[in-house]
């Protein structure tokens, strides 16, 4: 462990933010401007007390694997169910306590207009039908025998961030502010392959998609997304996607607000145009500041979330910290995140992975140095179009704040003298 004297750090921008080779071949700890007994050193000695659990051996092989008791925080957090909305409502992903960009299965968010439906698969059909030539029905174990692909794609609820139209900064965590987004590795037949089956008429131009739930969830997709990279999922992560999900089979339609990915996919009707279901009339649309709706806002934008140091955290110690978040958009893949310590005045390019997929989460860092003093952190995404994520100041002057969905400004967290992280309007 190399121990560099914090007067070599290399500063690349203002109040501590440091050069990206510090993440790389030293402990950040050694760099600390306190002294930590905690590591290596005079307590070595306690090395060689032999911990409880090397003494004998524990439980055997299990058949399907749970987190270490010890990591047992690591939880969705759900809403308080409501008598007079039964299923309804979210669950949201862990994001401050995730590492990487793969959301496991069991904290892949959740949103549901009418609960869970307990699908037998033997018993579920998908109908395709409408302007096509020849109107088809699969069984589950049909579609098992389709060549598939896999892809790892982000999935947002276009309700995410939502309370940052708020006139005053809401409290919370990274987690609940911003976890109605996941990313997983999902499988299945591209929708291409099935339409090309059922042969699709000349004056087709919309796909209409129905899930099977007690809300009968629709949304209508334009042909050409549909025909470009829209799956039907039948795994997510390797394994059959879960009921929370839909299972047996989803629509994933790749970088678009995730209403669309109808759940419990049991319907495909080639239509003219929209079929005008509830979700893309009276919901999920957009009211602009002159009181115009915008019906249609597809693509989710260009958006970063700094997940550690987040809300409701608190720093402990002066010195070195790994700043670290996730950035997508539902236009391509992320090229660059910069992030700021002083609110915004001075920027400095974090690492990102070397390969970004398109339409999935990245991870960013960049080393900073807390010298004890107040900080507002703020990350600042641009993607391979070349679209930058605009501060939230430039998106309510832009949208106003009529409509409570697309949230994708600059999020801040201050840091106060205390180290205490909460979300503020910088
Ligand atoms: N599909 C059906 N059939 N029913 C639903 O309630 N919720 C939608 C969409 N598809 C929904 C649905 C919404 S608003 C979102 S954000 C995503 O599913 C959430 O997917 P997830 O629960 O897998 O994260
Ligand atoms: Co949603």
Redesign the pocket.
Known sequence: MKKIPPATLEHVAGNGLLSRRHLLGFSLAGISTIASSAAFGADAGTLFEIPAWSKQPGPGATGYGAPSSFAGNLQRQAGAPNPLYPG?G?SRSPLQHLQGTITPNSL???????GIPDIDPAQHQLVINGLVRQPLVFSYEALLAYPMVSKIYF?????NSGSLFGNSAAEGSAQSLHG?V?CAEWTGIPLATLLEEAGVQADASWVSA????A???G?SIPLDKAMDDVLVALYQNGEPV?P???YPM??FVPGW?????????TQLKLTAGPSQFR?ETSK?TDTMKDRRSEQFTFPMGTKSVITSPSGQMALTRRGVYQVTGIAWSGSGSIRRVEVSADGGRTWADAEIESHQSDKALTRFRIPWQWSGAEAILMSRATDSTGAVQPSRTALLEERGNLAQYHFHGIQSWGINAAGEVSNVYA
Do not use: P, T
Request: with cysteine; net charge negative.
């Open positions: 309804g979210s892949h968010f959740e949103r549901h207009h009418s999935l947002e609820c276009s309700g109605l996941s129905v899930g099977a739930d809300s009968s969830m949304r879960r929370e999900q839909g989803r629509l607000e995730g209403n669309i990915s109808v759940k419990w996919l979700d999920y």
